[in-house]
């Protein structure tokens, strides 16, 4: 009996401990800030939309030291070192909206802290120095001054929005709002956020007083901001999840580049990487780093094409993550007037082409002789892209595709030429006036037919043949029939004007 009564109460001893053991330990959660936790206190009560969202974002679960253990290649974070109040805390408010208060005109006294309004691509290089680097040399960093320091850029902004009416049987324009080019061009390009003062608020905490800030809100790839960096990487990223998942799926993308002037995303739901897409999306992984080709996605969006990091699913690279998103390119299908050669900086106000204009070509095509990448580049280049389209197509099938793509930029910017050759007659008989009188080349009834044939039609074909297929919109939706029609249009228009002057010398 003893033993009996011995064996069993061994086991009632042992049974909690193999329980115990058994019962699965619960994760713990990286620290967060004193300061961060006291935003929140505040700001569930406030703004319960931004905690939520930022509770949801991996910045509210790793930490820098961290990420920093994660494998190459796993990497989101590609800063080395970060200093050591940050390294061992998640990134909440604080540590993103209190960087570099010396520089942000945009800081202010809030509730005992220092606090930066606005989170500029300068702070987020703490922890992404590299994708920050590449990001700066990008036409996307230099959208601003890409239209507004360029004069002929800007005057086609200048004639595009803003109110016109009609006076004395002529189209006069009124010059136009800044608050109009806000929502207009400068939306996606970016504005220049200014400080002026702070200014007194009634908010529900309170009456507070905030930096009064001009051209706000804005969130323009190139916006300018008030510690003085270009971009705003909450573009792609946005704020306050900075969801690698919404960067990936076209959407984000979509919110600039459609019809009629930058068509990708039109053309991409027709072509069959979009078919696929929107049949499967709901299957893939997009928050997986690195990108699996075949595992975690079956077709490419923008950014497996632009920017993402791309490997097989044994983990050979295929391409290497970029945030300059043009540095895969080799030629610029959108381009004032014809595609060209890509330039080799982002700021592309400094080309000046044959004839002293800031543009990448003369009139009748020539290419500038500087700021744009040579051709072992362009092959270079050409040839990488050759080898992520191969990862899914055979050798023939892609050597193929990128002939066609050369003959359709060839015979798009030939159409593109005779338009222009009209539209240099015009000007030189005197029935318009534009670039050879000092005058506005973009206002005229002919001038507005000639931006349609390589603003609208031209890109509508070259970029339904870069996307492997939208054949209604290389055809008739803005496409070649556009194009052939545009031209008779040009053709009657300056007849009609030759008439009317002949009449009047009569």
């Given at each position: ?277 929107f049949s499967k999306y709901h299957e893939w ?183 492997t297929g939208a054949p209604d919109y290389a ?32």
């Amino acid at each position: 009996m003893k033993r009996v009564f011995f064996m069993v109460m061994m086991v009632f001893l042992i049974i909690p401990f193999i329980l115990f053991a058994q019962t699965p330990k619960k994760a713990v959660s990286p620290p967060i800030s004193s300061q961060t936790n006291t935003c929140l206190g505040c700001h569930k009560t406030y703004t319960p939309g931004i905690v939520e969202d930022w509770l949801k974002s991996l910045h509210s679960k790793v930490t820098p030291e961290m990420a920093l253990k994660k494998k190459p290649l796993e990497r989101r974070m590609s800063s080395e070192k970060i200093d050591a109040s940050l390294n061992k805390v998640v990134v909440g408010c604080y540590e993103c909206h209190s960087l570099n208060p010396t520089k942000h005109k945009d800081n202010f006294d809030h509730m005992g802290f220092k606090i930066n309004t606005i989170v500029s691509p300068a702070d987020c290089a703490t922890c992404h120095s590299v994708e920050t680097a590449q990001y700066l040399n990008s036409k996307k960093a230099h959208a601003v001054g890409n239209l507004t320091k360029n004069p002929v850029f800007h005057a086609l902004v200048d004639t595009v929005v803003g109110q016109k009416k009609v006076e004395n049987s002529k189209v006069t324009q009124l010059p136009s709002t800044e608050s109009t080019k806000h929502e207009t061009c400068l939306a996606c390009h970016g504005t220049e956020v200014k400080v002026q003062g702070l200014k007194e608020i009634s908010s529900a905490m309170g009456k507070i007083k905030v930096p009064s800030l001009t051209n706000w809100p804005n969130q323009g790839v190139g916006r300018l901001n008030p510690d003085g960096t270009m971009g705003s990487c909450s573009a792609c990223h946005p704020r306050h999840s900075f969801s690698i998942e919404v960067a990936r799926k076209p959407y984000t993308c979509a919110q600039c580049h459609l019809d009629p002037d930058v068509p990708a995303w039109n053309v991409y739901k027709e072509s069959k990487h979009g078919n696929i897409y929107f049949s499967k999306y709901h299957e893939w992984d997009f928050n997986s780093v690195p990108w699996k080709l075949g595992k975690d996605f079956q077709a490419p969006t923008c950014a497996a094409c632009h920017n993402s990091l791309i490997t097989t699913t044994d983990g050979k690279v295929v391409v290497e993550r970029t945030h300059d998103f043009g540095a895969r390119l080799w030629v610029r299908l959108f381009g004032l007037i014809y595609s060209h050669p890509q330039p080799v900086h982002g700021d592309t106000s400094t080309i000046k082409n044959k004839d002293g204009l800031p543009l990448p070509t003369t009139f009748t095509g020539e290419v500038a002789t500087s700021g744009l990448i040579s051709k072992d580049e362009q092959n270079l280049r050409q040839s990488k892209m050759q080898g992520f389209c191969k990862s899914c197509h055979s050798s023939q099938w892609t050597a193929n595709h990128f002939t066609k793509l050369d003959n359709t930029i060839k015979e798009v910017d030939g159409m593109i030429l005779s338009s222009t050759l009209m539209l240099l007659e015009a000007w030189k008989n005197n029935l318009a006036e534009g670039f050879i009188h000092g005058k506005n080349p973009f206002d005229d009834a002919i001038e507005q037919m000639w931006i349609r044939q390589w603003l609208f039609y031209g890109n509508s074909i070259k970029y339904s043949s870069a996307m492997t297929g939208a054949p209604d919109y290389a055809t008739f939706k803005n496409g070649w029939w556009n194009m052939g029609e545009n031209l008779q249009n040009m053709k009657d228009w300056i007849e009609f004007k030759k008439n009317v002057k002949g009449s009047e010398k009569r």
